[in-house]
């Protein structure tokens, strides 16, 4: 909050950025962005205004909304789940004859094609969405369960993001929408963006509850020596590509869980550690031979998928003992 009491907007998000005192327009770009609904003010009329920045990447859709007065929102959600956090004050929901009420360290988790009638903003400050395409979750879930749904997952109403997975989670979302406030962001650069869409959408089904939540921490057999070294042949042959631990999992005919522990028995490491450890051999590489009066650290990093220049270069100093830029001026 500012010393004049009002909340601190985030910055605001490339593709859709609109602030609105008009009812009717409000409604039909919240309906563009994330979902039909229909608004109905409970606080004062005269200060009426929605403000709504978001952008996409995928099938991910993040964006801060806030009304500077208090509304009741009675929505649909077709073909897309969605999840909400405020920043400050609470949001009631009702739906499907459940009730929940989110806050800063509680969010409501919206299911496709269910009608939900919510209400907040009495403190004007600036909720968190995030809209998930359905056909991408359901997706991720079988990979994860190596089988196919029988019916759409029904995530529950409520979620937890105050501590352990649901707070770092909620971490992961924020970073998002603070990356993708830059139009030239690099988490919009294909390798850098499947990677971080799977683990948005991953880490929402590893938190939030649901029917295979069991299914999903019960260990799964482990793949095979032979399997293990076929995932890492084709890490190697395609880190130069924006692969997912789905795709390694799917091109060596296992399932995601099963890799992930077959690489843990095998290697003591994740092939998603293992992936980053190849990329940073091949950046290696790149900084030895590059020129430096026409490479930068940051080029090469950005070229291998590593959007932090700082957690770049503390990897590489842990793993080759000098800072990148002093690889690069050594050149040969």
């Known amino acids: 909050m500012t010393a004049a009491g009002e909340p ?33 003010v409970l606080g004062d009329a005269s200060r009426f205004a929605m403000t709504l920045d978001a952008a996409s990447l995928g099938p991910l859709t993040v964006g801060w909304l806030s009304y500077d007065t208090e509304v009741r929102i009675e929505s649909a959600h077709d073909g897309h789940y969605q999840v909400n956090v405020p920043t400050a004050g609470t949001l009631t929901v009702t739906s499907a004859g459940r009730n ?32 998930i395409a359905q056909p991408a979750l359901e997706h991720e879930l079988e990979q994860l369960l190596d089988r196919p749904l029988r019916h759409p997952v029904d995530l529950d109403l409520g979620m937890d993001v105050s501590t ?8 992961l979302v924020r970073s998002l929408a603070t990356d993708l406030a830059d139009e030239n962001a690099l988490v919009r650069q294909p390798m850098v963006a499947a990677p971080f869409t799977h683990s948005v959408m991953c880490g929402l089904l590893l938190t939030a509850l649901h029917e295979h939540r069991d299914e999903l921490a019960a260990p799964a057999p ?25 795709e390694i999992a799917r091109a060596c005919g296992v399932g995601v869980r099963g890799l992930q522990h077959g690489f843990q028995r095998a290697m003591d490491t994740s ?23 026409t490479t ?3 080029a090469v990093a950005q070229r291998w998928g590593f959007p932090h220049r700082g957690r770049f270069a ?19």
Do not use: K, M
């Open 100 to 131: 929940a009420v989110a806050g800063p360290g509680a969010a409501v988790v919206h299911v496709p094609d269910r009608a939900a009638v919510f209400s907040g903003w009495a403190t004007p400050a600036p909720v968190l969405a995030l809209r």
């Open 271 to 293: 092939p998603t550690e293992y992936l980053r450890h190849v990329r940073l051999r091949c950046a290696h590489r790149d900084l030895l031979l590059a020129d430096p009066a």
């Open 222 to 246: 482990a793949a095979g020596p032979s399997v293990v070294r076929r995932a890492r042949d084709y890490i190697e042959a395609n880190a130069d590509r924006p692969v997912t631990v789905a």
């Open 164 to 171: 352990g997975r649901g707070a770092q989670w909620l971490a």
């Open 314 to 332: 503390a990897r590489y100093r842990q793993r080759y003992g000098v800072p990148p830029a002093e690889t690069l001026r050594q050149r040969p």
């Open 296 to 298: 930068t650290v940051e």
């Open 8 to 40: 601190v907007r985030p910055r605001p998000l490339p593709e859709v950025s609109v602030r609105s005192g008009d009812p009717d327009e409000a409604r039909d770009v919240g309906t563009r962005v994330f979902h039909s609904h229909r608004v109905t």
